[in-house]
């Protein structure tokens, strides 16, 4: 029963509330995806929702789509809205007819744009690619050919540059995203590549890409566009109805996409800025037809067509040479043939051959006003027959009325006018024809005049019911137009090609207080200051000189004083001819923008200010630490070889192991905070994974002599024998994780492992196993972070800053790699990391072991010493103790130049932190001093406690042969004094410092 009075209930609802029942439609947006379906949804969602929101009745919802899917749906209508980008818009448009109804505003760099382009560029290091005719017949990299900003526009800029792309060009696809097209180019694959404008700069902000690695072809000059650009702008996205629309929802939705502000949830989800009114496409079109990138066009010129066919186009020019000839020759013979045949065929009727082929309606009456003759398309308009018309008064057939329905008096009508005074009248009004249509026709009435007197009238009709659907479709075009600059808050200004302003939309005009439509022109002048219009005209200027958008940002003064920046973009009306007609300048009030950006700069540079603070702090701290800590390590390292007892030996074992600990945690510290500011630089050299295995390996053992750990490596056979890269950091990558895993393992075995990637082949894979404590599952995925390890009671019995693993990280990173972790808890461990293999560059060779080797020379050395504080002094004293070398040593700078005037050393060591006169100072005063003197330079080796590349570089360019981080132990000291003994002894030019290990 209950479910009867229910089904009653709700019939009832239904019969009488119908509309509250069902009023919500769905409406379908289909957008172009280049990602998955579910990445679009998260982009575009929102906006469905912002949408959906402000219709009443209707509800949004978001499609994604291929091109070829995207093409099926609306070809279907399947959809009701369609957001593409503008090459597929332009196909679409010329198969379904679809109207752009906003344009989408994108962000770069911080700023709106309603426009991009492309970017065509090579590594920095090809002199022999300038100008953009120089990448003919080379190698280029692009993402397909169908791309707009990825390959279109480029093909454009170097179609004008005398490059045909297509055909002059090697050309090599990699597939979406652009950032694939930079790795190929990188690696030198490819000579150049084409990406759109906007990828680069977000690989640099990803810290994917440094910019001194490649340079910027056919660089566009400083302009108001934010980012790297090396071809024309094309608009920006367009968001476009299906034809078959209501009006009314075309404007619902236009005015809600342009209400969407900057800091509204679409725009946030979107990653956009907004939508401006609909941007002119007309560019894109033309581009897309010259590179033969529309099927649905065909645009060629003679030259096209004279370089494919010269043969069949001359042969066609002789066939028709020689035709012409037997023609003429054929009428010349006939011309008897032919006036007779014109006399016959007049004969037979030529009135009615000429009514027939006419387009037009035509009928003739007599002085009666009785029809005398009539054609088919008459008969066809009016839907009679001929013995219907013929002898019947025209008036009482064919009842031509005026346009609103009401019929002529009697004898009033053009035609019995005509009749009686013999003048052509034309006029325009409704036909009702035989079945009671009214159609819309233009006739024309003229008397028949053999004589003096009318002897009746020639009546010519014309449908014209397309040409007044097009004059009504287009005044409400042009008023949903209007309608559409009216609500916009973006200020519209049209202007002729001089500059004089025609009309401005309503906004415009309340602001500045002008009229909306200027009859004659109004003059800039009257309204800006001298400085904003000579920028408009500017801007005018550029634009027909570009034929394509120009933007700008300027201050406007409003007539109540209050300044605002405005974001100016000015773009030509074009003609389909491309022919500039007019001028359009769009304003968007940027103001709340440009006070955001000025403050963001302020924190930005008290940002970098507290960073660049902390960076030095840092760096002396570490200074002072490690000076002092040079006296402690080496005079550990002397102590331990004299006479010790075994209870003093171990004390001092403890504090030299103390003393290595402490200078571990600074140079982590140190490597964490110049990975962070940025300031950490790569080295670029060739070495032998091989060998870092090898040595490394070597160098651990030492640390599990006294253990029951079995420390071994597993080298593959088919790694490369040389690569390019920096060893000391894969070194100290691999020298942190071998002491983890021998920190954390108390037996079994430690296993270093170098293969090729089996996934990629072009990558080499490091592994380190152990079989250790293992990490727990919870762990896992902070290890990697800095100042994070497994557990508290890991720290406590351990040790550790946990910025070790941190730094693995993120120097993994920047060598192109990655790093992971595979453990179980109580098992054990696996630390895995791959780096890119580079190929060797073919200007350098890999340096042979006999090189490295240092002769063993007897040569003795004159060596001065300048360092300021005296437990250093002692300290290189006892190490020079028993090697025969003659040391001098100085306090300060100025005592170094004062004795090297006066005495030949064959090495000096230079400390860089001295008083009276610093180390760079008395370097680069001994340098003078030797170019002056003509004398040969001794070598010189910069002593300093900071340990950075920027400071062995800031050595070198002072004139330092090479530069030495403190500590240095006594076993490094004396392979470096080995080193320059052997250069001495042999006369051979001092070239760098063969170290085991990266000294800074």
Known sequence: ??????????????????????????????????????????????????????????????????????????????????????????????????????????????????????????????????????????????????????YLMQAWSLRKAGVDAGRELAMRYTGMPHAKVVPEVLSR?????????????????????DLQEIRILNMQGPSTFPLLLSTDLYPEWPFAAMPDLPDTLVKEVTLALLEITPDSLPAKDGHYYGFSPPANYQSVEAVMTRLRANPDRIDFDWQDIFD??????????????????????????????LLRALAETKRLGVRNILLESLGEGVLGGDTEGRCIFVNSAALSLTGYRQEEVIGNPVNLLFHCRRWDGSAYE?????????????????????LITRDQRQVPVHWLVTAIQPEMTPSGVVIALQDISLRKAMEKSLRE?????????????????????????????????RIFAVSEVAESGWNLRDHHSPKVVQRLLEMDQQALTRLAPVQAEEELLHPDGERHTYLLITFPLLTDDEVPYALCTVAMDISKRVRAVAELAVAKKQAEAANQAKGDFLAAMSHEIRTPMNVVLGMSDLLLESALEEEQREMVRMMHRSGKALLGVINDVLDFSRIESGRFVLSEVIY???????????????????????LQEEIAKNIPEQMYGDDGRVRQILINLLGNAIKFTHEGGVTVEVLRDPVQENQLMFRVRDSGIGIAPEHMEHIFKRFTQADSGITRRYGGTGLGLAICRRLVEMMGGQISVESRLGEGSTFSFSLPIQPLPVTQSPQSEQDRQLDQG???????????????????????????????????????????????????????????????????????????????????????????????????SAGCNDHLTKPIDKQTFLRVVQQIADSVQHNRPFTTLQLYSSQV
């Open 189 to 209: 694959r490819v000579d150049a590549g084409f990406v759109r404008t906007g990828i680069l700069e977000n690989l640099l902000q990803e810290n994917r890409l």
């Open 858 to 956: 007897n040569r003795i050395l004159d060596i001065l010493l300048a360092e300021d504080r005296l437990d250093n002094q002692t300290l290189f004293r006892i190490y020079l103790k028993s090697t025969g070398h003659r040391l001098t040593i100085v306090a300060d700078g100025q005592q170094a130049v004062e004795k090297v005037r006066t005495q030949r050393f064959d090495l000096i060591l230079m400390d860089i932190q001295m008083p009276v006169m610093d180390g760079y100072a008395a370097t680069q005063a001994i340098r003078l001093w030797e170019k002056q003197q003509g004398v040969t330079p001794a070598i010189i080796i910069a002593l300093s406690a900071h340990a950075s590349l920027a400071k062995r570089a800031e050595s070198l």
């Open 477 to 509: 075009s042009e008023r949903r137009l209007k309608d559409i600059l009216n609500h916009t808050p973006l200020l519209v200004m049209l202007k002729d090609l001089q500059g004089h302003v025609l009309q401005v939309n309503r906004q415009y005009g």
């Open 308 to 337: 494919k066919y010269t043969f069949i186009i001359l042969m066609v020019l002789v066939a028709l040479l020689v035709t012409a000839l037997l023609v003429a020759l054929r009428l010349h013979r006939g011309k008897k043939l």
């Open 688 to 710: 032998s994974p091989r060998q870092v295995v090898e040595e490394t390996t070597a160098l651990m053992r030492m640390a599990v002599e006294n253990s029951q750990i079995v």
């Open 410 to 430: 009697e004898g009033d009508s053009p035609i019995d006018r005509t009749i009686r005074d013999g003048k052509q009248r034309e006029n325009e009004g409704l």
């Open 1 to 150: 029963m209950a479910g009867r009075l229910f089904f009653f209930l709700w019939l009832l609802a239904s019969l009488f509330f119908p509309h509250t029942l069902w009023a919500v439609e769905e409406v379908r947006i289909g957008v172009l995806s280049f990602r998955t379906p579910a990445e679009t949804l998260a982009f575009w969602s929102a906006t469905a929702e912002w949408l959906t929101a402000r219709i009443p009745g209707k509800h949004f919802q978001i499609i994604p789509f291929f091109f070829s899917d995207l093409d099926r749906a609306a070809a279907r209508g399947e959809v009701d809205f369609i957001l593409t980008n503008p090459e597929h818009f332009i196909l679409l448009r010329s198969r379904i007819h679809i109207t752009p109804m906003v344009t989408l505003m994108s962000v770069a760099e911080g700023h709106p744009v309603t426009q991009f382009g492309g970017v065509i560029f090579v590594r920095s290091d090809r002199y022999d690619l300038q100008q953009l005719s120089d990448l003919k017949g080379k190698k280029v990299a692009a993402v397909d050919e169908r791309s707009l900003g990825g």
